[in-house]
Antibody, heavy 124, light 107 residues
Framework: EVHLVESGGDLVQPGRSLRLSCAAS????????IHWVRQAPGKGLEWVSG????????GYAGSVKGRFTISRDNAKNSLYLQMNSLRSEDTALYYC?????????????????WGQGTLVTVSS | DIQMTQSPSSLSASAGDRVTITCQAS??????LNWYQQKPGKAPKLLIY???KLETGVPSRFSGSGSGTDFTLTINSLQAEDIATYYC?????????FGQGTRLEIK
């Protein structure tokens, strides 16, 4: 059974940094692209970033480009999101989502499994 | 970026009704369109991929159609358990983008 477990969410002040992690199990992690999707309180879904199976393709939403960095460690079945220069508008529940795209380097993906999310609150 | 516009934003229907939610893309996305269901306090769940393909385990009362810029999610014979917010998502281009959501309530 596929499991995605996010961690690292916290209350942080504007301008500070935070690193999120996603631990994956139940599938061959290095066969698939993985993504971060966020949801601000009471709002809709927003794709944040994605990374292909071998880190050969990486993409970001315009709202986080230059501030957030996605990475993965296939040996540890883990995904990460380094978030710098955090803003109040980054406050959201951050989901890790498995893609269905495999050996290609495409990030054009379907999200077939999701974690339960980790909450990031940016406030002074 | 490709804009995805869903309508209606909210919808109230009775059990047993047929419900239709539409999603319009700002440009041709072929059939690169997915639908997700999100129940309160839960993570989203994939319902339909590639515009019309039913994800394994999803009840057959859910169906999807459309191509190009206009897409539809249909729920036949609405059940109380279908109370949720529904999102479309395009994967023709990065950044991947979602519709704003359609909140479905039972009368």
């Amino acid at each position: 059974e596929v499991h995605l477990v996010e961690s690292g969410g916290d209350l942080v002040q504007p301008g500070r940094s935070l690193r999120l992690s996603c631990a994956a199990s139940g599938f061959t992690f290095d066969d698939y692209a993985i993504h971060w999707v966020r949801q601000a309180p009471g709002k809709g879904l927003e794709w944040v970033s994605g990374i292909s199976w071998n880190s050969g393709s990486i993409g970001y939403a315009g709202s986080v480009k230059g501030r957030f960095t996605i990475s993965r460690d296939n040996a540890k079945n883990s995904l990460y999101l380094q978030m710098n220069s955090l803003r109040s508008e980054d406050t959201a529940l951050y989901y890790c989502a498995k893609g269905t795209s495999g050996s290609g380097n495409s990030l054009r993906d379907v999200f077939d499994y999701w974690g339960q999310g980790t909450l990031v609150t940016v406030s002074s | 970026d490709i804009q995805m516009t869903q309508s209606p934003s909210s919808l109230s229907a009775s059990a047993g009704d047929r419900v239709t939610i539409t999603c319009q893309a700002s440009q041709d996305i072929n059939n690169y369109l997915n639908w997700y269901q999100q129940k309160p306090g839960k993570a989203p769940k994939l319902l339909i991929y590639d515009a019309s393909k039913l994800e394994t385990g999803v009840p057959s009362r859910f169906s999807g159609s459309g191509s190009g810029t206009d897409f539809t999610l249909t729920i036949n014979s609405l059940q109380a358990e279908d109370i949720a917010t529904y999102y479309c998502q395009q994967f023709d281009n990065v950044p991947l983008t979602f519709g704003q959501g359609t909140r479905l309530e039972i009368k």
